[in-house]
């Protein structure tokens, strides 16, 4: 604990910081509950539940014979691939310690003590948690329908207005926001406004919408992707942004030079190449989204029908639901933080496990 007069010497804003609630960790559930660890699934936190792809693993244990050497902070390899993948240069990606890190970089670059971040009210909540660390407010608009309100969130740009997060699909509801309505705002938005688009599970849609025409113009635009999700590699913390020559220059004087580490980048080349890895998973999230939504809906629950590999679910009390599921060994997600108390979010699993997870759940809600 810090001691109370220590506050007096902290920045003032971080007294208001509340702390990021992460998914339970099994071990976490087996110790406090007197469980097996073995017989826990964790449906918490949009992991991939097939695990890194196996030729991801193979680079990794070959990295770690390496581990006395420090990394390659510039990251060129990796970087070179991942430009190569979608025709950029290398300049125009900066890798982090998780794209969350890169969030950080964009207020450490950025923003000021009163400055405004545009959100929507249902948005990832680390959005709001970087902005406050930095001493700006978030303006928060409202998304009916758990829906990002794009125009909404145009109007509200001010002339103190730097970032605006734009998560798509969004986390924790799953919605997406289409091309045109993308368009429509990026027509309106001016240019002392940074907008960020979240695009951790790009790789889960059919048809997702192109945001890198804007890097390509170089916009003030900055596209977060991350490792963590179809990847499978959430534990190693590795994701990149993608933005313009300059942005992303600025941005690399904000971070620590090893900041991604050579067993993530390893097994991040790796993984970026395994393109059937990523398309058995997102097959699986298919099966396995439409499976949970339609025993959603038989059950007489609302949901939000989810782009992503999560769906939110209205359980009622979410948090006794969350507390009930975690007793049987099924760990998901309360959804209080987000001011939804009444539901849950559940990660799409294995058909085995979204099978058990709807029998568990059946006998707290049927
Ligand atoms: C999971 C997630 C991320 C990725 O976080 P990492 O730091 O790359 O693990 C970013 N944004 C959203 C909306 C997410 O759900």
Known sequence: MTSPSLWHLANPQLKDLVAYEPGKPIEDVARELGLDPSEIIKLASNENPLGPSPAALEAMRDMLSRAHFYPDGGGYHLRNAIAGKFGLARENVILGNGSNEIIEFIGHGFLRPGDEVIAAEHAFVVYTLMATLFGARTIEVPDPGFVHDLDAMAA???????????????????????????????????????????????????????????????????????????????????????????????????????????????????????????????????????????????????????????????????????????????????????????????????????????????????
């Open 156 to 366: 509200a740009v001010t002339p103190r207005t730097r970032e605006v997060f734009i998560a798509n699909p969004n986390n924790p509801t799953g919605t997406l926001v289409s091309q045109e309505e993308i368009d429509r705002f990026m027509g309106r938005v001016p240019d002392h406004v940074i907008v960020i688009f979240d695009e951790a599970y790009h790789e889960f849609l059919d048809n997702p919408p192109d945001t890198l025409k804007f890097v390509r113009e170089g916009r003030n635009v900055i596209v977060l992707r991350t490792f963590s999700k179809i990847q499978g590699l959430a534990n190693l913390r590795i994701g990149y942004g993608l933005g313009p020559v300059g942005l992303i220059e600025v941005l690399q004087k904000t971070r620590q030079p090893f900041n991604a580490n050579g067993i993530a980048q390893a097994g991040a080349l790796a993984g970026l190449h395994d393109l059937g890895h990523q398309d058995r998973t997102r097959e699986i999230t298919k099966e396995g989204r439409a499976y949970l939504e339609k025993e959603f809906a038989a059950l007489g629950l609302g949901f939000v029908p989810s782009h992503a590999n999560f769906v939110l679910v209205k359980v009622g009390d979410g948090d006794a639901v969350f507390n009930a599921l975690m007793r049987r060994g099924i760990i998901v997600r309360a959804m209080r933080s987000y001011k939804l108390p009444e539901w849950i979010r559940v990660s799409v699993g294995t058909m085995e496990q979204n099978r058990r997870f709807v029998q568990e759940l059946r006998t707290l809600v049927g």
